[in-house]
DNA sequence: AGTTCCATGTCGCGG
DNA sequence: CCGCGACGTGGAACT
């Protein structure tokens, strides 16, 4: 990885049209070739980027004030063209393959679990399928409840409005299969917003807060039977 | 803004836990306080990040093979923990406060073009107001088609099912107006996801996908009659 | 390759 | 501060 401090000016034509006026930021070459220009400030995201796969050409230039110009173009005919008027700063390093991310606590994670137990959620719930396709997509688990009436679950991180608007949609859609009919909806989230409670209970969708911790406890332990 | 390759580990608890394994990576603090983890590669995102507002302590450690250990912590209760075992190589400028981006984007000139000449939506169409207000929002075009019955188009670069939301939202507004009602809504975009479109047609909404770079040489033609 | 949905989305604007 | 929509969204997973 390389890392340049330089007084520039920036212009990316592309998806859309930006000027950067000169002022001193910092320039990220990454190995894969991906270029960023970063202020000093404004969250982790760069003032301008390319990413792989493009070419960068640098070229050095007698112009007076200006030190070099580095041209990237990606295959799909965007620009990101860099005119450095003064080099303040320079790092290079090898740094190697990293090991990667391991995350933990995402969405796909919480369905897995529900899934493995969807009592989790209500009693007496059993899964019919998970990721139920329907025609504006799938819904997360698809269950019979105790009395044998199917029941939509939307999973959420987070849950706002917009999943509640989701479920409804499923729902809509979900109704109008005779083999279905009657469905109803439960949206699950680990944390549950009020106005997307409010919004739910007008639908008549319930609405459940699971604690992760504690469902992956539960998880561990059935484990730790076998 | 600092910068400094490392030999490093990195645990985040937050939103979300993830850990990062031992390897070399790129740490990046910036004026404001945030602080960025970048593996070299991975396009401009770092690995783990913690915005501001937080606060970053660094205690020296006389532990083996501990260099250091970076505490970031955010006042909703994130950590973002770094335990430097090697500093590798490192770099620390003044930069000043970023003039600013200049962005130039398609979006608005879409509505405006489509404003221009509403029969390139559909035939007939004339343009009663732009941006027409309602209590719950603006609706980009409100037109008369050739029977003089009000429609009601939503533009977006992209359509999704987002998109059929908010216009749904707008004509159950508009048809409560009597000197409106009946409203029919017309969804336009330069590109309509397959998911959308049948929420469009299952709610009665037409659909128009228009070419922007044509709407741009009709508007070239009729300019170059003048 | 095309399509869909998730994201520690981030960011900006208006109430 | 919250809610909502746009984004050069980026990225992964699945068809």
Redesign the interface.
Same mark, same amino acid.
């Given at each position: 990885?390389r890392?340049v401090?330089a007084r520039c000016t920036v212009d990316y034509d592309g998806r859309?049209?930006?000027?950067?006026?000169e002022?001193?930021?910092?320039l990220?070459v990454?190995?894969?070739g991906?270029v960023?220009v970063?202020? @000093?400030?404004?969250?982790?995201?760069?003032?301008?980027?390319m990413?792989?796969p493009n070419t960068l050409t640098v070229v050095e230039s007698d112009e007076d004030g200006v030190e070099a110009v580095w041209t990237v173009r990606s295959p799909k005919g965007e620009v990101l063209a860099i005119t450095v008027h003064e080099v303040?700063?320079?790092?290079d390093?090898?740094?190697?393959? @990293?090991?990667?991310?391991?995350?933990?606590?995402?969405e796909a994670h919480l369905q897995e679990l529900l899934a493995a137990d969807p009592t989790t959620i209500a009693d007496g719930l059993r899964l019919v399928r998970r990721e139920f396709p329907t @025609?504006?997509?799938p819904v997360d688990l698809l269950c019979r409840d105790a009395d044998g009436e199917a029941v939509a679950v939307e999973v959420k991180?987070r849950g706002e409005i917009?999943g509640v608007?989701q479920l409804t949609?499923y729902l809509d859609f979900l109704n109008r299969d005779p083999m279905l009919r009657p469905v109803r909806g439960i949206f699950v989230a680990q944390e549950i917003r009020p106005q997307a409670r409010v919004l739910a209970e007008d639908r008549d969708i319930g609405w459940v807060e699971v604690d992760y911790d504690e469902l992956r406890g539960i998880e561990s332990d059935a484990l730790r039977l076998f």
């Amino acid at each position: 990885m390389r890392v340049v401090v330089a007084r520039c000016t920036v212009d990316y034509d592309g998806r859309l049209t930006a000027h950067l006026p000169e002022a001193i930021r910092l320039l990220m070459v990454k190995a894969d070739g991906c270029v960023a220009v970063h202020a @000093d400030g404004g969250a982790y995201k760069p003032l301008n980027w390319m990413n792989a796969p493009n070419t960068l050409t640098v070229v050095e230039s007698d112009e007076d004030g200006v030190e070099a110009v580095w041209t990237v173009r990606s295959p799909k005919g965007e620009v990101l063209a860099i005119t450095v008027h003064e080099v303040l700063a320079e790092l290079d390093h090898e740094m190697g393959v @990293d090991p990667g991310l391991q995350k933990d606590g995402v969405e796909a994670h919480l369905q897995e679990l529900l899934a493995a137990d969807p009592t989790t959620i209500a009693d007496g719930l059993r899964l019919v399928r998970r990721e139920f396709p329907t @025609d504006i997509g799938p819904v997360d688990l698809l269950c019979r409840d105790a009395d044998g009436e199917a029941v939509a679950v939307e999973v959420k991180r987070r849950g706002e409005i917009d999943g509640v608007e989701q479920l409804t949609r499923y729902l809509d859609f979900l109704n109008r299969d005779p083999m279905l009919r009657p469905v109803r909806g439960i949206f699950v989230a680990q944390e549950i917003r009020p106005q997307a409670r409010v919004l739910a209970e007008d639908r008549d969708i319930g609405w459940v807060e699971v604690d992760y911790d504690e469902l992956r406890g539960i998880e561990s332990d059935a484990l730790r039977l076998f």
